[in-house]
């Protein structure tokens, strides 16, 4: 099943952790383990991971106080009910969705999720198969949603949805075939969720545009700023209270859903911020996407700190902005660049957006460069 309702399974029947057998959205060589504990509470590094880690590398397993017992259990129904209890049903229109599986997990869940809606489905790639023949199950590289994007204007379909191979994240395809960013939903969500929750906060990381804190802002809710990474968002929203948290990177998190993360019921409230709305995908994001954005660009380096160091100086002498949430972000009035370092390779990874295109490219070039010296 799905990652989401393996953290719905966790929160909603109180057990006291979960485990899904999943490599996420990595291709078929590779396999894996996300753990949460109650509540659905994620399990980092810090908060647990490495504890495992050191007791498996150094066998110091124990007799267990109490043993378990294995049950088997649909839980499907329940979850699909609870991520349709995020929607007025009544509100949803006949339209037609297009929704790329990848051969992941969303082509078990999509069909009966589906049945409670009046909305037509076209399905690519909902055949269960770890060895994903069709594309890798990864939608935050472009390549992977070719095919979802020539389908959704060639059907006349008015929207389409791609989800990765556990099915936690999600990303959107407006009526055009235009790949939404993971930020333009964050904001979307954010929009229909103020509706029923003005004031609200609302939690976002540092990829993100900065038109999403001002769509959160002007429809009245209270715009937090975050590290990238679940753990952080989570936590962060835990003591906040935010009803809401969004990543670039296509995690959506919900209070109300044990404040983990769910691309299906991101998706339901997108679609249903469209059908009440009247008007097409490409008409809400016109409204809200005015930057211009560089995408993630990873970088090979030998000394991250020194590169960072030097970046930051550069950007200081120069009247910029900087903070130091998640690696180094440098802020102008009509540009912002954050670079920061991977925790598993030697890279450096960078995110710029700017006011115009011409500057987008022009301030990408000038960090690059500084980068790769």
């Given at each position: 099943?799905?990652?989401?309702?393996?953290?719905?399974?966790?929160?909603?029947?109180?057990?006291?952790?979960?485990?899904?057998?999943?490599?996420?959205?990595?291709?078929?060589?590779?396999?894996?383990?996300?753990?949460c504990?109650?509540?659905?509470?994620?399990?980092?590094?810090?908060?647990?991971?490495?504890?495992?880690?050191?007791?498996?590398?150094?066998?110091?397993?124990?007799?267990?106080?109490?043993?378990?017992?294995?049950?088997?259990?649909?839980?499907?129904?329940?979850?699909?009910?609870?991520?349709?209890?995020f929607?007025?049903?009544?509100?949803?229109?006949?339209?037609?969705?297009?929704?790329?599986?990848?051969?992941?997990?969303?082509?078990?869940?999509?069909?009966?999720?589906?049945?409670?809606?009046?909305?037509?489905?076209?399905?690519?790639?909902?055949?269960?198969?770890?060895?994903?023949?069709?594309?890798?199950?990864?939608?935050?590289?472009?390549?992977?949603?070719?095919?979802?994007?020539?389908?959704?204007?060639?059907?006349?379909?008015?929207?389409?949805?791609?989800?990765?191979?556990?099915?936690?994240?999600?990303?959107?395809?407006?009526?055009?075939?235009?790949?939404?960013?993971?930020?333009?939903?964050?904001?979307?969500?954010?929009?229909?969720?103020?509706?029923?929750?003005?004031?609200?906060?609302?939690?976002?990381?540092?990829i993100n545009?900065?038109?999403?804190?001002?769509?959160?802002?002007?429809?009245?809710?209270?715009?937090?700023r975050?590290?990238?990474?679940?753990?952080?968002?989570?936590?962060?929203?835990?003591?906040?209270?935010?009803?809401?948290?969004?990543?670039?990177?296509?995690?959506?998190?919900?209070r109300?859903?044990?404040?983990?993360?769910?691309?299906?019921?991101?998706?339901?409230?997108?679609?249903?911020?469209?059908?009440?709305?009247?008007?097409?995908?490409?008409a809400?994001?016109?409204?809200?996407?005015t930057?211009?954005?560089?995408?993630?660009?990873?970088?090979?380096?030998?000394?991250?700190?020194?590169?960072?160091?030097?970046?930051?100086?550069?950007?200081?002498?120069?009247?910029?902005?900087?903070?130091?949430?998640?690696?180094?972000?440098?802020?102008?009035?009509?540009?912002?660049?954050?670079?920061?370092?991977?925790?598993?390779?030697?890279?450096?990874?960078?995110?710029?957006?700017?006011?115009?295109?011409?500057?987008?490219?022009?301030?990408?070039?000038?960090?690059?460069?500084?980068?790769?010296?």
């Amino acid at each position: 099943t799905t990652t989401d309702e393996l953290y719905f399974a966790v929160g909603k029947f109180g057990y006291p952790a979960g485990v899904m057998m999943t490599a996420s959205h990595n291709p078929k060589d590779y396999n894996g383990m996300k753990l949460c504990r109650e509540q659905a509470i994620a399990l980092s590094t810090e908060t647990g991971l490495a504890t495992i880690r050191e007791i498996l590398t150094t066998g110091q397993l124990t007799e267990p106080a109490k043993k378990g017992k294995v049950i088997a259990r649909d839980v499907s129904d329940a979850f699909i009910e609870h991520c349709l209890s995020f929607i007025d049903l009544a509100s949803i229109k006949p339209l037609k969705i297009a929704a790329d599986a990848g051969n992941g997990m969303a082509g078990l869940i999509m069909p009966r999720v589906f049945q409670h809606l009046p909305c037509s489905l076209v399905p690519l790639y909902f055949e269960l198969d770890g060895t994903f023949p069709n594309h890798p199950a990864s939608p935050i590289e472009p390549e992977n949603t070719a095919e979802l994007r020539r389908v959704v204007p060639a059907e006349h379909c008015d929207m389409g949805v791609a989800f990765d191979g556990d099915a936690d994240r999600m990303f959107l395809v407006d009526e055009q075939g235009h790949l939404l960013g993971g930020d333009m939903v964050t904001a979307l969500v954010a929009q229909s969720l103020l509706k029923r929750q003005p004031g609200a906060t609302i939690l976002y990381n540092l990829i993100n545009s900065r038109s999403v804190p001002e769509v959160i802002e002007r429809n009245g809710g209270r715009a937090v700023r975050t590290r990238v990474g679940h753990s952080f968002i989570k936590a962060r929203m835990r003591k906040e209270n935010g009803i809401f948290g969004g990543e670039h990177s296509g995690h959506f998190y919900f209070r109300d859903n044990w404040y983990a993360d769910s691309g299906l019921i991101a998706f339901l409230i997108v679609l249903e911020l469209v059908c009440k709305s009247g008007r097409p995908v490409s008409a809400l994001v016109k409204e809200i996407d005015t930057r211009f954005r560089s995408g993630e660009i990873n970088s090979t380096v030998k000394d991250a700190p020194a590169r960072l160091a030097a970046i930051e100086q550069h950007y200081a002498a120069a009247g910029a902005e900087i903070d130091h949430l998640d690696g180094i972000t440098i802020s102008f009035p009509t540009w912002w660049a954050n670079v920061r370092a991977s925790n598993t390779e030697p890279l450096l990874r960078l995110n710029l957006e700017a006011d115009s295109r011409a500057e987008m490219e022009q301030r990408r070039d000038e960090v690059l460069q500084l980068i790769r010296q």
